[in-house]
T-cell receptor, first 109, second 114 residues
């Protein structure tokens, strides 16, 4: 079992819809959880950080964490074509950061 | 402007020829790290540094060395590169302050070892 798992996609959503990206992790001792956006040929960009159970909202992005289920998700409201990218989930345990392989999101105009 | 710089951006080299990829940040962050990104494997952490003179192994440290003599610089050294080290490398700089988290990645270094 991979430490951090994501569906590779592609996840295709129409413009204006809600995109829902999911991530599961195996280490129950994980402390912090991250979502990154990576455009093709570019470096990752941190978009959300969450460390306590529940929801965290930042603009059109909402991160949801459920430690009991070892599950973290990212919702993107009012999806735009410019949101088309690979979204990476990462989990921090002790001082190491473990990444999933990413989900490719395609927002259709 | 917050910035992480890496050099070189592209490098083609031959097996066994020592090389160094430099990384520098201008944000006075304590935590820096190196990753490699490979298709199907995602980003994997090579080494990280909590502060000057404090470094530790990530998940894939074999064949790599690092040093942290100054806070702003964190070079990645390949003493004897091999073809399986052909990859896209990213340096990152991180700071956590209370409930916020700041992290920046460099632009990447594409390394080919023949």
């Amino acid at each position: 079992q991979k430490e951090v798992e994501q569906n590779s996609g592609p996840l295709s959503v129409p413009e204006g819809a809600i995109a829902s990206l999911n991530c599961t992790y195996s280490d129950r001792g994980s402390q912090s959880f991250f979502w990154y956006r990576q455009y093709s040929g570019k470096s990752p960009e941190l978009i959300m950080f969450i460390y306590s159970n529940g929801d965290k909202e930042d603009g059109r992005f909402t991160a949801q964490l459920n430690k009991a289920s070892q599950y973290v998700s990212l919702l993107i409201r009012d999806s735009q074509p410019s949101d088309s990218a690979t979204y990476l989930c990462a989990v921090r345990a002790t001082n190491k950061l473990i990444f999933g392989t990413g989900t490719l999101l395609a927002v259709q105009p | 402007e917050a910035q992480v710089t890496q050099n070189p951006r592209y490098l083609i080299t031959v097996t066994g020829k020592k090389l160094t990829v430099t990384c520098s940040q201008n944000m006075n962050h304590e935590y820096m790290s190196w990753y490699r990104q490979d298709p199907g494997l995602g980003l994997r952490q090579i080494y990280y540094s909590m502060n000057v003179e404090v470094t530790d192994k990530g998940d894939v440290p074999e064949g790599y060395k690092v040093s942290r003599k100054e806070k702003r610089n964190f070079p990645l050294i390949l003493e004897s590169p091999s073809p399986n080290q052909t990859s896209l490398y990213f340096c990152a700089s991180t700071e956590r302050t209370g409930t916020s988290y700041e992290q920046y990645f460099g632009p990447g270094t594409r390394l080919t070892v023949t």
